[in-house]
Nanobody, 122 residues
Framework: VQLQASGGGLVPAGGFLRLSCKVT????????IAWFRRAPGKERELVSC????????LYGDPVKGRFAISSDIAENMVNLQMDSLKPDDTAVYYCAADPGWCVIAAVMYDYWGQGTLVTVSS
């Protein structure tokens, strides 16, 4: 199983970015795919998660109403559309896979991508 995150960059506050996670050798029906982030000096936190079997979606409170997660089964991709970005969104973003439904605890996720840096300037 491999996950490859891409799409990070530098954007001004109020701007947008779209992150993508390319997933290989796992079924979206059997795994939840999540985005986590880690900001400097802070704990890793769940941003969003999608579970293909029932279509359930989870968002962290700081991003509700601004971010949207989606999956493209044909392309084996999970995308994270991030709008109305704030400087507090600055972090390294990781995609991860959990053999089950969406959960908040990062320790439950077995597979991780390499991370992509998002920097939001004020």
């Amino acid at each position: 199983v491999q996950l490859q995150a891409s799409g990070g960059g530098l954007v001004p506050a109020g701007g947008f970015l779209r992150l993508s996670c390319k997933v290989t050798e796992l079924s979206f029906d059997d795994y939840a795919i999540a985005w986590f982030r880690r900001a400097p000096g802070k704990e890793r936190e769940l941003v969003s998660c999608i579970y293909g079997r029932d279509g359930s979606i989870l968002y962290g409170d700081p991003v509700k109403g601004r971010f949207a997660i989606s999956s493209d089964i044909a392309e084996n991709m999970v995308n994270l559309q991030m709008d109305s970005l704030k400087p507090d969104d600055t972090a390294v973003y990781y995609c991860a896979a959990d053999p089950g439904w969406c959960v908040i605890a990062a320790v439950m996720y077995d597979y991780w991508g390499q991370g992509t840096l998002v920097t939001v300037s004020s």
